[in-house]
């Protein structure tokens, strides 16, 4: 490519040179026009044609010149070293680097995985253990919903335990904060926890239906299995609603990426402090029902 620029630009010199010369030869044509015709008696007209024509050729000539003149001055620019011909072959270099460096796809996983385990855990619980109905009748609701928190929260505790020990010692999962990690799992343990006991109490048989479908969304839009831009609108659209995307994230963060993780850890608190006022609220209710229930077998 550049040997031929260069032929090309020798080609554009030679041509400018040889214009140079025909307006040369239409410039000596011209001056003898007059000598011409002085000694000619017939065809003036055509003489005069001929003396337009040549008027003609010479502007064109002179505009060739410039032009001429000017895309050498241009061409005369280019540089056609082997460096500048290397950059126009290959304009663009790609240079990649990694975040965080994952030795294996399990621990690229982890996060993901580490998150099913907790919701799955909080599915057998919230199977296993009446959230609603208490032991003897309670005064209050906070002192009911505590009934059942207190039971809730120390399953919760143990959980995570296990699986801090299980990742930690057993796999020898690497994370950047051990104290840190602990405190992510235990909050999500929470989370799920709350969020289960919540759509129970909330919503009775629909809401333990409804738990199973909160967990087919969170696999698909939560963005553990697969990058959010991999999947569909309605995916995309779900991620930021899902309670999972804040565990994951700030799971992958201790876990490979090492970015900051505050604003999950807030959004996690934040959700599980509403589902458990929820809770309360929902045990204010079922107080109030059972003070009238009172009622109306007093006046029966």
């Given at each position: 490519?550049?040997?031929?620029?260069?032929?090309?630009?020798?080609?554009?010199?030679?041509?400018?040179?040889?214009?140079?010369?025909?307006?040369?030869?239409?410039?000596?044509?011209?001056?003898?026009?007059?000598?011409?015709?002085?000694?000619?008696?017939?065809?003036?007209?055509?003489?005069?044609?001929?003396?337009t024509?040549?008027?003609?050729?010479?502007?064109g000539?002179?505009?060739?010149?410039?032009?001429?003149?000017?895309?050498?001055?241009?061409?005369?620019?280019?540089?056609?070293?082997?460096?500048?011909?290397?950059?126009?072959?290959a304009?663009?270099?790609?240079?990649?680097?990694d975040?965080?460096?994952?030795?294996?796809?399990?621990?690229?996983?982890?996060?993901?995985?580490?998150?099913?385990?907790?919701?799955?855990?909080?599915?057998?619980?919230?199977?296993?253990?009446?959230?609603?109905?208490?032991?003897?009748?309670?005064?209050?609701?906070?002192?009911?919903?505590?009934s059942?928190?207190?039971?809730?929260?120390?399953?919760?505790?143990?959980?995570?335990?296990l699986?801090?020990?299980?990742?930690?010692?057993?796999?020898?999962?690497?994370?950047?904060?051990?104290?840190?990690?602990?405190?992510?799992?235990?909050?999500?343990?929470?989370?799920?926890?709350?969020?289960?006991?919540?759509?129970?109490?909330?919503?009775?048989?629909?809401?333990?239906?409804?738990?199973?479908?909160?967990?087919?969304?969170?696999?698909?839009g939560?963005?553990?299995?697969?990058?959010?831009?991999?999947?569909?609108?309605?995916?995309?659209?779900?991620?930021?609603?899902?309670?999972?995307?804040?565990?994951?994230?700030?799971?992958?963060?201790?876990?490979?990426?090492?970015?900051?993780?505050?604003?999950d850890?807030?959004?996690?608190?934040?959700?599980?402090?509403?589902?458990?006022?929820?809770?309360?609220?929902?045990?204010?209710?079922?107080?109030?029902?059972?003070?009238?229930?009172?009622?109306?077998?007093?006046?029966?």
């Open positions: 490519m550049t040997a031929g620029l260069t032929t090309y630009t020798q080609g554009v010199s030679t041509l400018a040179a040889g214009n140079s010369a025909i307006g040369t030869g239409l410039a000596a044509i011209q001056q003898n026009l007059p000598t011409l015709t002085a000694g000619t008696t017939q065809l003036t007209a055509g003489t005069t044609a001929l003396q024509g040549t008027i003609q050729l010479l502007k000539s002179a505009t060739l010149a410039s032009s001429l003149t000017t895309g050498v001055q241009k061409l005369s620019i280019l540089h056609t070293t082997t460096r500048n011909a290397d950059a126009l072959a304009p663009i270099h790609e240079v990649t680097s975040v965080a460096k994952i030795p294996n796809n399990g621990t690229g996983m982890a996060p993901f995985a580490i998150a099913i385990g907790l919701y799955v855990g909080g599915i057998a619980l919230g199977t296993m253990y009446e959230g609603f109905l208490p032991h003897r009748k309670p005064r209050w609701a906070l002192t009911w919903w505590a059942k928190a207190s039971v809730v929260a120390l399953v919760g505790v143990l959980q995570t335990v699986l801090d020990w299980s990742l930690t010692s057993a796999t020898h999962l690497h994370v950047a904060d051990q104290g840190l990690f602990f405190l992510v799992l235990l909050l999500g343990s929470w989370l799920f926890l709350s969020l289960i006991f919540c759509l129970r109490l909330l919503l009775g048989g629909f809401g333990t239906w409804l738990v199973s479908i909160v967990l087919v969304l969170q696999l698909a939560a963005g553990g299995l697969y990058p959010t831009y991999l999947v569909n609108a309605f995916a995309r659209s779900l991620n930021t609603w899902l309670p999972m995307t804040y565990l994951i994230n700030a799971l992958r963060s201790l876990i490979s990426t090492h970015q900051s993780l505050t604003l850890l807030w959004v996690i608190t934040g959700l599980i402090i509403g589902f458990n006022l929820l809770m309360i609220g929902r045990f204010q209710i079922g107080l109030h029902q059972s003070v009238l229930a009172v009622i109306e077998d007093e006046a029966d």
